[in-house]
Each structure stands twice: as C-alpha cells, then as structure tokens.
C-alpha cells in the first residue's frame, strides 16, 4: 500500500462513530515548542492521545460523545486530563489524525481492558512532566554517547507526559510488549505496527506519518 493510499482525510463528523477506545490520536501543533519537537524528532506529530470512551449521545439524531486522555496543556490547565475530541478538533492549532487499531491489537486490548482502564482513570490529574518530554524529544542525539546519556529518560510515573501516558496505556492493555515509556516520542507511537493500514487526518491541510505503522516489535526494544 503506497502512501497516498495509507493517509486518507476526512472531516471529524464522518469518523467519530468509528472511533473505539485505545485508538489513538495524533496532533501537530503550530507553537514554539511544538516547531522545535518536529525538528528534533523529525516528524509532523509532536503529541498523541488515547481514545477512552465512545458514546451516542442522542439515538434520534446519532450524535457522538468521544473522549480522549492525554497529558497536555489545554484551557488554562496542565496535567494529565480527559478531553472531548469535538471541542479538540474545533479548537485545536494544527494538525489531527485518528490511528485506528488492527484486529490483533482491538482483541489484544479486549482480553486487558480491565488494566488498561483501571491505569488511564489512575493517572487522572497527575502532573504534566515537561522536563522529561524534553529528554524523550532529543531523540536525535541517541547516537552520539555523551549526549545520549544526558537524554536518557527513567520510568517515573508520577507525572507524565503525552507519549509516555500513551506507551505504558498501551502496554498496560497489551496492545504492545514491554517498553521504557518514558523513552517513548509521539512519533514513536504512530510508528508501532499495531494499527489498521489506513489512518485519517481529520484536521489540517493534508500531511503524511513517516514511518506509519512500520515498526515490528523486535525494532521497538534496539
């Protein structure tokens, strides 16, 4: 399947009923910091969060009522916090993607979704963790030695940032194996080989994920 192909663009209206939890969403942001994270990690996608709830709101006219998780700075907080995908995509300053999951991962996360929801509704406004979101970012520097030690993360969950909460989630439901979360980027995320071929932007002029779905496991832990 060629790219053009992979990468599909929708409107969020067309899409949110298809939404399941554990899919993910991508974002790539338009501010400062958001500029200096593609630069460094070489991507498009500078933050991820994880599908937590799809519900109809109304059956006579089918609305949808999608929530996300994900730690973030968003309306005057920080933190790790539940957000709704609509207002997300109305307001957002950027670009968005839904990453479906393959069949494999959906029955992987349905025999665990006891672990994967008890830990998402733990971490619930714990602190945002900027200052290892800049060590995971500096992924460019990893084969330098001097400069890999200085960016080397330790698993530290008692705050977190957006693609460590997404990692340890997603290990958590047995989506993926295990991995130092805390090491994990947002296009580390979007690269994991546990998703359906096709993705969507739902926002944004169109634009490709390098690396889509590409990573088996054994690439995940060198």
């Known amino acids: 399947m060629t790219i053009c192909q992979q990468h599909q663009q929708r409107s969020y209206p067309q899409i949110r009923d298809k939404m399941q939890p554990g899919d993910i969403i991508a974002f790539g942001g338009n501010s400062l910091f ?44 920080c933190g790790v916090m539940l957000t709704r995908l609509s207002e997300r995509a109305a307001t957002y300053n950027g670009d968005m993607w839904w990453l479906p999951l393959n069949s ?28 290892q979101l800049f060590g995971s970012a500096l992924d460019v520097t990893d084969d330098i030695p001097f400069l890999k030690e200085m960016s080397l993360n330790s698993e530290d969950f008692s705050s977190w940032f957006c693609s460590e909460l997404v990692a340890e989630a997603m290990e958590r439901g047995k989506i993926i194996g295990s991995v130092n979360a805390s090491e994990i980027t947002p296009i580390d995320i979007c690269r994991f080989d546990v998703f359906q071929e096709q993705y969507v932007q739902f926002k944004g002029e169109s634009k490709s994920i390098t690396g889509y779905n590409s990573l088996p496991f054994e690439s995940w832990q060198s």
Request: aromatic share 12%; proline share 1%; net charge positive.
């Open 104 to 131: 494999q991962a959906r029955a992987n996360l349905e025999n665990n979704k006891t672990a994967f929801f008890d830990f998402l509704f733990q971490q619930n406004h714990k602190p945002y963790d900027i200052c």
């Open 34 to 77: 958001s500029k200096w994270a593609k630069l460094t990690t070489r991507s498009a996608v500078t933050h991820v969060a994880v599908v937590i709830k799809t519900q109809v709101i109304n059956e006579a006219n089918g609305r949808y009522f999608n929530q996300a998780i994900e730690a973030t700075s968003y309306n005057g907080k």
